[in-house]
C-alpha cells in the first residue's frame, strides 16, 4: 500500500498539471481548383518519309510532297478554351524551318498547322480554341522535308521534333 499512495498521488498531480496547460491547435486547409483536361488521344508521333531521293532535294526549296498527321483530344469535358504552345528547334541555315538533327545536309523541315496554314515555329502559340459544345478536338500538321537554301542534299537521315504544349480553361 506503502508504493500504490505515492503513485496515485503523482498520477493525480501529473493529470492535474496536464488539464491545467492550454494549448491551441490551428487547421489550415488548401487545394488547388482544377479543370480537368482533355486526354491527348496521340501523345506520340512518327511521320516517316522513308526513302528520300537526294536528287528531289538538289536545289534551294526543292522539297519532299506534304504529310499529314493529326493530333488528337478527347474527353474535353469542362473546357472551354485550347492554346496550344508550339516549340521546335529552329534551323539556322534558314529561319522558316525547323532543323534536321540527322546526318543529311542542307535539308530541314517545313511544317504548317493545317493545309498551307500557319507556319510552325519556334514559341508559335494558338490561343483561343473556343471548345464551346464540344468534347474532342484535333490539329493537322503538315510536314515536308526542304532544301534549306544551303547546298545540295546530300544523304543521310533527316530528324526533328516539334513539341506541343496544352493549357486548358
Not at 117 to 133: F, H, P, S, Y
Not at 137 to 163: E, K, P
Amino acid at each position: 500500500m506503502k508504493i500504490i499512495k505515492p503513485l496515485l498521488l503523482a498520477g493525480l498531480l501529473f493529470s492535474s498539471y496536464s488539464f491545467a496547460l492550454s494549448e491551441q491547435v490551428v487547421m489550415h486547409y488548401s487545394g488547388t481548383v482544377v479543370i480537368p483536361p482533355c486526354v491527348v488521344s496521340t501523345p506520340s508521333l512518327s511521320v516517316d518519309f522513308g526513302d528520300i531521293m537526294a536528287s528531289t532535294l538538289a536545289n534551294s526549296g526543292s522539297a519532299t510532297g506534304w504529310k499529314m498527321t493529326t493530333v488528337r483530344l478527347s474527353n474535353c469535358t469542362n473546357v472551354t478554351d485550347i492554346a496550344i504552345l508550339i516549340n521546335a528547334t529552329m534551323s539556322t541555315a534558314n529561319a522558316d524551318y525547323i532543323a534536321s538533327t540527322g546526318t543529311a545536309q542542307h535539308v530541314a523541315v517545313n511544317a504548317t498547322v493545317g493545309p498551307a496554314g500557319t507556319a510552325v515555329k519556334d514559341g508559335l502559340t494558338l490561343a483561343g480554341i473556343n471548345m464551346a459544345g464540344q468534347s474532342d478536338y484535333s490539329t493537322d500538321f503538315y510536314l515536308q522535308v526542304i532544301n534549306d537554301g544551303t547546298g545540295s542534299a546530300t544523304a543521310g537521315s533527316v530528324q526533328s521534333a516539334i513539341t506541343l504544349t496544352y493549357a486548358f480553361k
